[in-house]
């Protein structure tokens, strides 16, 4: 266990502000509309709406984001980023109006960006030799313990007073603000001026682009099971609503045991086959829910369980084999720049997910599954189509550790 476990000079730090961060989150998430149709007493549609536009209108912005990563350093960006989430949730609570909404919504998503665009670069520029992979599959660890713990906070608060927004709302803004406090220990992680490129154009990199497209398109299939799947078994498998949660209750604990162990096993294998592997194992949980409908309930449960086992391993797998090869892959005084490329396509994701998931719903629900299997097929076929081309740059890539030796 002990080669496992991420090591190096503030790792404790680094581990504690993304707990941290991820509390706040899970506080506040699975709550949002509620939290602002009773804190701000605004429409439902409205809201919708207004963190629609949000998080679009910021995407424009993550190029000049990733530029100020590297100019700067990611730790700075992370501490900017969560106090500007802190002051947004301040704003909320104390500001009244769609004008200030909108505003304060476009910054907290704009803080959310930098934090995705910032922490992967921080891990590679601050962990030690060999380590950024574990560091990395560290974010993944506290972010899910975070979500969870923040869940069960706000089910305890919300329970005991259910009109207390507002403590949810206080209790979110003073963990971003513990979080930004958490990163000061750490170096800054900037690199040296002179390999700060300017004019960065990551989709110029055919590799870079080949993994952030598998990754912008397994992440579309991982949001709409998240929309689609807890309607889809309610409406049309006619499950109780609690054995949704303890599904995706399931999905959070297996990710949490497993990343690290997993995540380390991996560095001796192909970055391009571990994801096909891995898009092919998202599958089990498709095809279960594409035969389900006409399965008798026990026979289902068997089946959504295999499929759940499934899709848990290959979601640990592709998300752990993508984030260190995106890391490993540019330059070290790119890395702000390309990483803001791939939270560009996120929030593509974001947008499109939501849309696609209700046309499918209301018209062709068995369809969505076997669109989203066809999706990972793809990614499968795309990526051992490819590894013959990219294997000799890949493998330098990943086994050269990044950043050993930014330290400012």
């Known amino acids: 266990m002990a080669g496992v476990l991420p090591r190096g000079a503030g790792v404790r730090w680094f581990a504690g502000a993304g707990l941290v961060n991820a509390i706040g989150t899970g506080v506040f998430y699975p709550y949002q509309l509620l939290f602002f149709v009773a804190v701000l007493d605004l429409p439902l549609v409205v809201v919708g709406a207004g963190l629609t536009a949000s998080i679009l ?20 960006v992370l501490v900017a980023a969560a106090l500007a989430r802190a002051i947004a949730f301040v704003g909320y609570l104390t500001l009244d109006g769609v004008a200030a909404f909108v505003a304060l919504s476009m910054l907290v998503a704009a803080g959310s960006r930098a934090e995705q665009t910032a922490t992967p670069v921080l891990a590679a520029a601050v962990a030690p030799a060999g380590q950024t992979p574990a560091w990395l599959a560290l974010t993944r660890v506290v972010f899910n313990a975070g979500i969870g713990a923040g869940g069960v906070i706000a089910a305890v608060v919300l329970s005991q007073t259910p009109t207390a927004f507002t403590v949810v709302g206080w209790l979110n803004a003073a963990s971003f603000a513990l979080a930004a406090l958490l990163y000061l220990p750490l170096p800054t992680g900037r690199v040296p001026d002179r390999e700060v490129a300017g004019g960065v154009r990551p989709w110029r990199n055919p590799l870079f682009l080949r993994l952030a497209s598998a990754r912008f398109l397994l992440l579309l299939v991982l949001l709409a099971v998240e929309v689609a799947v807890p309607v889809y078994a309610v409406r049309h498998l006619d499950w109780p609503v609690w054995t949704v949660g303890a599904l995706f209750a399931v999905f959070t604990a297996l990710v949490m045991v497993l990343q690290l162990p997993v995540g380390s096993r991996l560095r001796r294998h192909r970055t391009m086959p571990v994801v096909a592997v891995g898009a092919v194992l998202h599958g089990g949980l498709l095809l279960a829910l594409g035969v389900s409908a006409g399965l008798d309930r026990p026979v289902q449960v068997v089946v959504m369980t295999i499929g759940a086992l499934s899709y848990t391993v290959g979601g640990i797998i592709t998300s752990q084999a993508l984030m260190v090869a995106l890391v490993a ?15 560009i396509l996120v929030g593509v994701a974001l947008a499109v997910v939501p849309l696609l998931v209700s046309v499918f719903l209301d018209h062709w629900p068995a369809a969505l599954w076997w669109l989203l299997l066809g999706v990972v097929g793809y990614v499968a076929v795309d990526m051992l189509a490819r590894d013959r081309r990219y294997a000799g740059e890949l493998a330098s890539a990943v086994a050269d550790p990044p950043g050993s030796a930014v330290r400012a």
Request: hydrophobic share 45%; net charge positive.
């Open 329 to 343: 892959v540019p330059p070290p005084g790119e890395r702000g720049a390309y990483q803001a490329f791939v939270q």
């Open 57 to 76: 209108a910021v995407l424009p912005l993550l190029p000049a984001m990733g530029r100020l990563v590297d100019r700067i350093g990611p730790r700075r």
